[in-house]
């Protein structure tokens, strides 16, 4: 019943969880995001994500080491990133096909990998929730956002990070500089090459922690295809969030959090439709972007290769 | 430009090409050898749905004489439908006799498919439409009664009173597989509560995971969950030590202490009759049923899972009940 929805237990369940399911996406997205700030449009996410969490699953699985896991994800993404970086920097090719290429070779390699290296799936003991003293003694609150595992923490924290590096950092200004008019940036004297090649890569690293984060932090199995199209709803995300790492938690959070309502409601069955309920977050979203529709535009050089003008 | 067209197509074959690993391409065969193709949804190691087809090519290859007789190959984590219908029409051509789509996702293909190659069978599962086609079979299971089995003995093992179910969606399989399994526990004991959560997806495994962890939360000590993203809430349930019950593929492998049985298709008996009909020139027009009378449905207790002398004879009396017919398990 509807009222039933209204108890302590249930809006710490949402939260909780919301928090948890925004987690891959956060990630994703402020990778995205940086990419997306100098100009690069990476739709390989969900390729990347996959193959990072079957890499930190299979590493953790064989040596014990989550850490090692994680640091072998990082280090997929980044490869990935450079290939990406490679075909879109030096060989100029279109940014959306190609984007969609390392999709599809991330899926059909994780899969090759898994079906080859495993033969079944298996579970791992993932990292740990951590109890933050004291913080996470406060009734409620302490539940919500202090008694998560570490790459939960680390997905929140990258917000703040990402803020500072985009806006107050010089490496920030050569980003966007390189986003919006990559020509006049590289009158000032900014490889714009090497600019784009850090994002991708960074968008690469970080894609991979999402992939690791659902394999040996949140879920803690492998299997097949599991990102399940969050790759590209990350790439929604950044668009939803205007290209702010704010904007994009708050998009992130909206679409965990309703999707964590949605569960609780058919667990307490409030009588709607289930079809109708797994669509309230999508719908919510697009709802909420039609209604606060910004005044942000991308960044002007999305998309476009840069060519130096001789 | 030209260079970087060139380099994507590449990469775009490369990686079809990797995803159709699965594909095991074998030399042309004697004609006396039986040849099967199957395309499924999900992979054959996914504790689920692809796997318990896998797994009875694997049996009945066995059966009949190994590879020399019986010859099979296949397509997993074919999840676009216009792959499937690629790979179904590619079987077909390379002259299969008989070409599985198992999928409920693959009938409108199989459907336009299966007229242009008459001298193949084709079988569609899980369904019980052969679409008029005679040389289409269908199949199903009645996955009701191994969920009525696990709904009593959850009923029996609950403490808390309280039962959680993750399904994908609300239809074919896994809704007949939720009732059966919410009228298992209702027969059992009515003061149960039965908390459903269909998560509208088949291969979302974090929201399958966090469906769980929400039953979990809402004060589940066992549950259930049919399709392949489940294993997202076996995780869960392994974590937090709450019974589970499996259907579709045995799942016990992946939670020994905290899987008590599960419902396994055991598809086999239903693609004998197929094949013995083929055989003997009739190519389809028929539809089968896996269920417990027949052995197509077998429950297959977790022997790593301490079960109650009680509770496990109980669920064999439901067994018997359901086989004999005096259990007429009533659906919604």
């Not at chain 2, 990469?11 to 004697?30: I, M, N, R, W």
């Not at chain 2, 199949?139 to 009701?144: G, L, Q, W």
Request: hydrophobic residues 50%.
């Amino acid at each position: 019943m509807i009222s039933d929805l209204f108890s302590v237990t249930v809006l710490i369940g949402i939260l909780a969880s919301g928090i948890r399911l925004a987690t891959p996406y956060l990630y994703a997205a402020i990778g995205e995001t940086f990419s997306q700030k100098s100009g690069v449009l990476n739709l390989g996410v969900e390729g990347q994500m996959l193959l990072g969490a079957f890499a930190a699953f299979y590493v953790s699985l064989n040596t014990g080491s989550l850490w090692l896991g994680l640091l072998t994800a990082m280090l997929v993404g980044a490869l990935m990133g450079l290939a990406m970086a490679y075909v879109t920097v030096n060989l100029q090719a279109q940014q959306g096909i190609s984007g969609i290429g390392f999709y599809l070779f991330g899926l059909g390699m994780s899969d090759l990998l898994f079906q080859r290296l495993m033969g079944t799936v298996e579970t791992v003991r993932g990292f740990p929730k951590i109890y933050i003293p004291f913080l996470s003694d406060i009734p409620g609150i302490g539940e919500i956002f202090f008694s998560q595992n570490i790459l939960v923490y680390g997905a929140y924290l990258l917000v703040p990070l990402a803020w500072f590096v985009l806006n107050k950092t010089t490496l920030g200004l050569k980003i966007r500089a390189v986003g919006e008019n990559p020509d006049a940036a590289d009158s000032l004297g900014v490889n714009v090459g090497r600019i784009r090649y850090f994002t991708i890569i960074l968008g690469g690293t970080l894609s991979g922690i999402a992939g690791a984060s659902l394999s040996i932090a949140l879920l803690n199995v492998f299997q097949q295809n599991m990102t399940s199209g969050q790759g590209f709803i990350a790439v929604a995300l950044v668009y939803f969030g205007a290209w702010r790492p704010a904007g994009v938690l708050g998009g992130a959070l909206l679409f965990s959090m309703v999707n964590s309502l949605q569960l609780w409601m058919q667990v307490k069955s409030v009588p709607i439709p289930s079809d109708i309920a797994v669509m309230l977050p999508y719908v919510l979203t697009i709802l909420v972007l039609v209604a606060t529709v910004s005044k942000v535009r991308a960044p002007s050089a999305l998309t476009k290769p840069f060519e130096r003008e001789n | 430009m030209k260079k970087s067209l060139w380099f994507i197509s590449v990469l775009a074959l490369l990686s079809l090409v990797l995803s159709a690993c699965g594909t095991q391409a074998e030399k042309p065969a004697a004609p006396e050898k039986f040849r099967v193709a199957v395309v499924m949804p999900s992979a054959i190691n996914d504790l689920a749905f692809s796997q318990s087809m896998y797994d009875a090519l694997v049996r009945i290859q066995t059966e009949m004489g190994g590879p020399e007789k019986f010859e099979f190959v296949y397509s997993d984590g074919m999840f676009v439908v216009d792959d499937a219908a690629a790979a179904i029409r590619d079987y077909a051509t390379q002259g299969y006799n008989l070409v599985i789509a198992h999928g409920s996702q693959y009938g409108s293909s199989l459907q336009e498919i299966a007229p242009d190659f008459p001298n193949t069978s084709f079988a569609w599962g899980t369904t019980v439409d052969t679409f008029g086609q005679p040389n289409i079979f269908a199949y199903e299971a009645a996955s009701h009664e191994g969920g009525y089995v696990n709904g009593v003995l959850a009923a029996t093992l609950t403490k808390s009173k309280v039962i959680g179910v993750v399904g994908p969606i609300e239809t074919g399989d896994a809704k007949l597989y939720v009732d059966g399994f919410k009228a298992g526990v209702m027969a059992t004991d009515p003061t149960v509560q039965v908390n459903v959560n269909y998560i509208g997806s088949f291969s979302d495994v974090a929201l399958a995971s966090e469906a769980a962890t929400t039953h979990i939360a809402a004060g589940a000590d066992a549950m259930t969950g049919t399709a392949q993203m489940v294993v997202g809430a076996i995780g869960k349930a392994k974590e937090a030590n709450v019974l589970w019950f499996g259907t579709q593929s045995n799942q016990s492998s992946l939670a020994p202490n905290i899987v008590v049985a599960s419902q396994v298709y055991h598809w086999e008996v239903v693609l004998r009759e197929m094949i013995s009909l083929i055989q003997n020139g009739t190519l389809g027009g028929k539809s089968f049923t896996a269920n417990l009378a027949n052995g197509g449905e077998v429950i297959e207790f977790n022997p790593d899972y301490p079960l109650d002398a009680n509770a496990k004879a109980l669920a064999e009396k439901t067994i018997q009940g359901i086989v004999d017919g005096s259990i007429k398990i009533s659906l919604p």
